[in-house]
């Protein structure tokens, strides 16, 4: 396998690859020399222009729904082969006080961001254990670590998916099965325009408003979280297992 390409012959899935992050997780991947399956919840322009420029497949599929998932990774078992590399990417989220949440939006943005994912793992799963090993990295979020002020819902589920990740670590790394997480920091992408709708500023304003918090002086980039995520895929190294990487300027750091 070439060093410079040390995905070369692997199967990788990456959900919510429409845009922002998942995008640039499946250029990076398709960089290292994976076939990517590119799966977001509807089918879109960008999802198949990505898939055009990337010579990969567009899957789309709803992740809240178990029967949706099982028959997306089937056809990307059927098309490309078993899935090696799962990046869950999917994300849902709104901003708003607890007191005012509506609990619709709470459970769509619970079963989206954990629920999804716990079926995807489900799905992908046999494929690895066929093939003897796997790399499953999941894409929480600074605020699971931190929690959020009127983020309740999406703080309270990428905290969930943290102990996912450190419960399925220690459960599947016997297996040679590697799962880690990523915990980016405010990252430029299109979901800070929530952000700022909430806020009632503009996109420009919030990103400076984030900076000022970050001890590297500005947010972060899509492609810098792409690496963390390279690395985690990486099979290459299988020692890190049920591993959070805080990815975010220093904003969250260890304290004496």
């Known amino acids: 396998m070439a060093t410079d390409q040390p995905l070369l012959g692997r199967i990788a ?3 919510g690859a429409a845009q922002g992050m998942g995008a640039a997780h499946a250029r990076r991947l398709t960089r290292d020399g994976a076939r990517v ?46 899935v090696d590399v799962l990046v869950a ?3 849902h989220m709104a901003m708003g006080p607890l007191v005012d949440e509506d609990l619709d939006l709470w459970w769509k ?12 793992v489900q799905a992908v799963l046999p494929g690895m254990r066929r093939r003897g090993a796997g790399r499953i990295v999941v894409v929480s979020s600074e605020w699971g670590v931190t929690g959020w002020p009127e983020a309740t819902a999406y703080a309270a589920s990428k905290a969930g998916l943290i102990s996912m ?11 040679g099965i590697i799962v880690n997480a990523v915990a980016p920091g405010v990252t ?3 979901q800070l325009d929530v952000d700022a709708r909430a806020a009632g500023i503009t996109l420009a304003a ?47 750091r260890t304290r004496a």
């Open 109 to 120: 943005t619970v079963d989206t961001n954990l629920g999804g994912t716990f079926w995807l």
């Open 206 to 252: 919030m990103h400076a408003q984030y900076a000022e918090q970050i001890p590297l002086g500005r947010i972060g980039r899509a492609d810098e979280l792409a690496a963390v995520v390279s690395l985690l895929a990486d099979f290459r190294m299988s020692a890190m297992v049920g591993q959070v990487v805080q990815a975010n300027g220093g904003s969250t």
């Open 188 to 190: 430029d992408t299109p």
């Open 13 to 15: 899935l990456v959900t």
């Open 165 to 175: 990740v450190k419960t399925l670590g220690r459960e599947l790394a016997p297996e």
């Open 37 to 82: 399956a590119l799966n977001d919840r509807e089918p879109s322009r960008a999802l198949t222009d990505l898939a055009a420029e990337l010579g990969a497949i567009a899957v789309p599929a709803d992740v809240c729904d178990r029967d949706a998932v099982t028959a997306m990774v089937d056809e990307v078992s059927t098309r490309l082969g078993d």
């Open 89 to 91: 990417n999917h994300a």
